[in-house]
């Protein structure tokens, strides 16, 4: 599978060079992307080894369980963070403290209305109207983009995706990044 168009589009504002986690990597469709834009990745997931077949100097994979207790993360800093068609409330609000300054989160995940499509169904799995916007302004993130729509690809269904960065981005946001 492909890497996520809205990861594409967002991912080149995170700084260059910079260290990025790809949390609940999955396959590491995300990590191989951030790989080739030059960071250097940590790839976290339960089951990674789809992540270690991609066998890239650059990805660092990481066999966590992300939904114990502890969060696993602690005392960790990151220039960007990736997080796609994962939700943990219990954990959600740490994600903030592994930013650096100007640090950029990307996180796209299924909405409530998902149900009608499929799975993902239950609620304790699905955003909530607006809540990527009120985890965003609860942490003082600056929102760079937000959706909360209906996509048809790679399948039907409902998804929220949040773009946003810890303080302030140190230049504008170029043309083609916006709308």
Request: net charge neutral; proline share 8%.
């Amino acid at each position: 599978m492909s890497a996520s168009p809205w990861v594409r589009r967002f991912a080149p504002l995170i700084p260059q060079g910079g260290a990025v986690l790809d949390l609940a990597c999955g396959s590491g469709r995300h990590a191989q992307l951030l790989a080739n834009l030059g960071h250097s990745v940590l790839a976290v997931d339960q089951d990674i080894s789809g992540v270690e077949q991609l066998n890239s100097p650059a990805i660092t994979p990481k066999c966590l369980n992300l939904e114990q207790d502890l969060w696993p993360l602690l005392g960790t800093c990151f220039d960007g963070i990736v997080v796609t068609n994962y939700l943990f409330r219990p954990h959600l609000d740490r994600l903030p403290e592994l930013l650096k300054k100007q640090g950029i989160l990307i996180y796209e995940t299924f909405a409530q209305g998902n149900a009608e499509f499929g799975k993902p169904s239950n609620p304790n799995f699905l955003l909530n109207p607006g809540e990527l916007l009120a985890f965003a302004a609860r942490h003082g993130l600056q929102v760079v983009a937000y959706e909360d729509i209906y996509v048809d690809q790679p399948k039907p269904a409902m998804v929220q995706r949040l773009c946003a960065v810890k303080d302030a981005l140190k230049s504008r946001i170029p043309l083609q990044f916006q709308g």
